[in-house]
Nanobody, 125 residues
Framework: VQLQASGGGLVQAGGSLSVSCAAS????????MGWFRQAPGKEREFVSL??????????ADSVKGRFTISRDNAENTVTVYLQMNNLKPEDTAVYYC?????????????????WGQGTLVTVSS
């Protein structure tokens, strides 16, 4: 099982960045996929999730209207994207993708079964 996040980097406030996560080794096309983030000295927090079929999405209030989650359910690898626009310095964090079989709105870390290694997003002011 592998969840490989990529695409992080340094961007100025107001800019855009896209991170992605390639999940393989399970039938991740049947998993809900989520993004979490953890800023230095802070707890990991929920950012967004997308249902297994991509029909429903959910966002934390802090990113609603600025971030967009999407997914591509290819046969062997599921790729989940997080498009981040109008970035703010407070969006600076390590972003983690995760997979869940939870049937409801999985916004808690313990509701996820598999995790990627994280990718760093730094927003400068």
């Amino acid at each position: 099982v592998q969840l490989q996040a990529s695409g992080g980097g340094l961007v100025q406030a107001g800019g855009s960045l896209s991170v992605s996560c390639a999940a393989s080794g399970r039938t991740f096309s049947r998993y809900g996929m989520g993004w979490f983030r953890q800023a230095p000295g802070k707890e990991r927090e929920f950012v967004s999730l997308i249902t297994w079929n991509g029909r429903d999405t959910y966002y934390a209030d802090s990113v609603k209207g600025r971030f967009t989650i999407s997914r591509d359910n290819a046969e062997n690898t599921v790729t989940v994207y997080l498009q981040m626009n109008n970035l703010k310095p407070e969006d600076t964090a390590v972003y983690y993708c995760a997979a869940t079989t939870f049937s409801g709105w999985a916004t808690k870390a313990y509701e996820y079964d598999y995790w990627g290694q994280g990718t760093l997003v730094t927003v400068s002011s």
